[in-house]
Nanobody
Framework: QVQLVESGGGLVQPGGSLRLSCAVS????????MRWYRQAPGKQRELVAL???????NYVDSVKGRFTISRDNAKNTQYLQMNALKPDDTAVYYC??????????WGQGTQVTVSS
């Protein structure tokens, strides 16, 4: 059974940093494109960043230069390093695994709050 467990969220001041982790159980991680989404109150869920099984990355424009997505295939874990955080980054962040054969898996979400 596939499970995704996020961690690392919390409260941080503007300009601060957080690192989110997403641990994936089940034998899909190495073949999956991994994504981070976020959903702010009253807004639609948006794709923040992705990393393919080959390590190619892409980011939404609003986080380019501030966020870095990475993965450790030995640990079945992906990360999102978030620097220079802004209040607009406040949201619930969700981990997503897409192994590419019609299935899609989600974590439970972790809250990130950027506030002074």
């Amino acid at each position: 059974q596939v499970q995704l467990v996020e961690s690392g969220g919390g409260l941080v001041q503007p300009g601060g940093s957080l690192r989110l982790s997403c641990a994936v159980s089940g034998n899909i991680f190495k073949i999956s494109t991994m994504r981070w989404y976020r959903q702010a109150p009253g807004k639609q869920r948006e794709l923040v960043a992705l990393i393919t099984s080959h390590g190619l990355t892409n980011y939404v424009d609003s986080v380019k230069g501030r966020f870095t997505i990475s993965r450790d295939n030995a640990k079945n874990t992906q990360y999102l390093q978030m620097n220079a955080l802004k209040p607009d980054d406040t949201a619930v962040y969700y981990c997503n695994a897409d192994p590419g054969f019609g299935s899609n898996y989600w974590g439970q979400g972790t809250q990130v709050t950027v506030s002074s």
